[in-house]
């Protein structure tokens, strides 16, 4: 392939510049953007709002009371510890009020004290859970089941797990 260029000179050894990966026109990349954007635009929009990546899935498909965990592993507890005072925060990623209604706990060694509980709208709140500690060696896995008037996830488990052993 030669080449003129506007002084008249003409170049023999010019080589034929092909567009790379089908780049012609911009047509890829136009398709990249058609086909891409639109898919990440709603996770980016769901983690923007409920602040993490984990809760991105669950808010794409409908839930809007989010607790930060599901599981709570409190370790190894000193024997002798009667109470334990285990913190759950519950998000509200709705554009209005949410109610946790109750919960129903897997063990009378449990209690709630703030139930029902209103959760503004786009707000965090904390909920405490009174655990009462066996006088005993033992391992333990206890559950919380909350519930709430959210249509799509009216209620949540939330799993507490641990060890009583006397520490030296």
């Known amino acids: 392939m030669s080449t003129i260029y506007e002084s008249g000179i ?18 890829l990349l136009r398709l990249l953007v058609m086909l891409v954007l639109p898919t990440m ?4 929009y769901a ?6 990546p984990l809760r991105t899935i669950p808010y794409l498909t409908g839930q809007r009371l989010m607790f930060d965990v599901s599981k709570i592993d409190l370790g190894t507890i000193d024997l002798g510890t009667e109470k334990l005072i285990v913190p759950v925060h519950v998000q509200n990623t709705a554009d209005k009020e ?3 209604l109750g919960a129903y706990l ?3 060694c449990m209690s709630l004290e703030e139930l029902p509980l209103t959760i503004p709208a786009r707000s965090n709140r904390r909920v405490e859970i009174n655990l009462t500690l066996p006088d005993a060696e033992t391992d333990f896995t206890l559950s919380v089941k909350f519930f709430s008037d959210d249509p799509v996830s009216p209620s949540t488990h939330v799993l507490l797990s641990g060890r009583v052993k006397k520490c030296l």
């Open 10 to 27: 003409k170049d023999t050894n010019a080589v034929e510049r092909k567009p790379l990966l089908g780049w012609r026109d911009g047509r």
């Open 41 to 44: 635009l709603p996770f980016a």
């Open 47 to 52: 983690t923007w709002r409920t602040g993490s």
């Open 98 to 100: 949410m109610r946790l």
């Open 106 to 108: 897997s063990c009378g």
